[in-house]
DNA sequence: GCCAACGTTGGC
DNA sequence: GCCAACGTTGGC
């Protein structure tokens, strides 16, 4: 899961009351999806942190309570408002995580970009700017091992 | 349904 | 700030 560091960084999530927080905000269909179908309590979740320097991996979360509505929708003083949501039916939806760990060693952009068993990741993909992306368990030991977590999580 | 215009994302 | 890539909107 990405998200602008200036906005919520990872340190963010560690200082939050029981390091947890709803993920709200997002806006793209495909996401949603993501967060709504395939995503349950248990899973892990890889913090990256975009439109940062550096860009990258910073720790690891799980999510801890499936989709539920994501309330910024139905206020009209949030920038992430939509007024066409219909409350009945929410349009938009956000899991709520919890920090497991920060990454001794940040993976960066490039870190994940110069590693061979990475090219087929996903968030690597030309042109992919998905805030929610799966992860395989293949690439989740790879990313952390980077990281210096090597088979702790 | 097509597609041009516009908005957003995110690396650099 | 620039710009490539992608998503969304809305006229037709």
């Known amino acids: 899961m990405k998200s602008e560091p200036e906005v919520f960084s990872f340190e963010d999530l560690l200082a939050a009351k029981g390091r947890r927080a709803f993920w709200d905000g997002v806006r793209n269909y495909q996401a949603r999806n993501l967060m709504r179908d395939a995503m349950a309590p248990g899973d892990r979740v890889l913090f990256y ?22 309330p910024t929708q139905f206020d009209p003083e949030d920038e992430h408002h939509d ?5 009945l039916e929410p349009t938009w939806v956000g899991v709520t995580v919890r920090a497991l760990a920060a990454l001794p060693r940040f993976v960066t952009l490039a870190d994940l970009k110069a590693e061979p068993r990475l090219a087929g990741m996903g968030c690597l993909a030309r042109g992919n700017r998905l805030s929610v992306q799966p992860v395989t368990p293949k690439e989740w030991g790879i990313v952390i091992g980077l990281g210096g977590l090597a088979g702790k999580y």
Not at 83 to 87: A, H, K, L, V
């Open 49 to 70: 942190h975009s439109n940062a320097d550096p860009t990258g991996v910073a720790g690891l979360c799980e999510v801890v309570k499936g989709a539920q509505s994501d």
């Open 83 to 87: 007024p066409r949501s219909d409350p």
